[in-house]
Nanobody
Framework: VQLQASGGGLVQTGGSLRISCAAS????????VAWFRQAPGKERDFVAA????????YYTDSVKGRFTISRDNAKNTVYLQMNSLKPEDTASYYC?????????????????WGQGTLVTVSS
């Protein structure tokens, strides 16, 4: 499956942004999808994941209560709604997909990646 992330931009602290991950070539409904992020000079870290049905979600502790991952399988798209943004959320956000929710937070288990979309939160 080919993935493309979009929707990044510049937002002020406390603001909101929704980024999207669209799939092509194959239906995304067969895959669990995750968002990772990578700040300059840092490793790529897990942010959130959603099961193929949307019934199960996982979040890293730092975004719980602020970010919401969702999906629209009819549109072959997964979203990450980000509210109450902080400067430390500044990063390039990447979506990734795989066919199981096992080890969903482990980056090396993903083989399908989209390009990053940059989110910048100004203070």
């Amino acid at each position: 499956v080919q993935l493309q992330a979009s929707g990044g931009g510049l937002v002020q602290t406390g603001g909101s942004l929704r980024i999207s991950c669209a799939a092509s070539r194959r239906t995304l409904s067969r895959y669990a999808v995750a968002w990772f992020r990578q700040a300059p000079g840092k490793e790529r870290d897990f942010v959130a994941a959603i099961s193929w049905s949307g019934g199960t979600t996982y979040y890293t502790d730092s975004v719980k209560g602020r970010f919401t991952i969702s999906r629209d399988n009819a549109k072959n798209t997964v979203y990450l709604q980000m509210n109450s943004l902080k400067p430390e959320d500044t990063a390039s956000y990447y979506c990734a997909a795989k066919n199981t929710m096992a080890t969903v937070t482990t980056i090396k288990t993903y083989h399908n990646w989209g390009q990053g979309t940059l989110v910048t939160v100004s203070s």
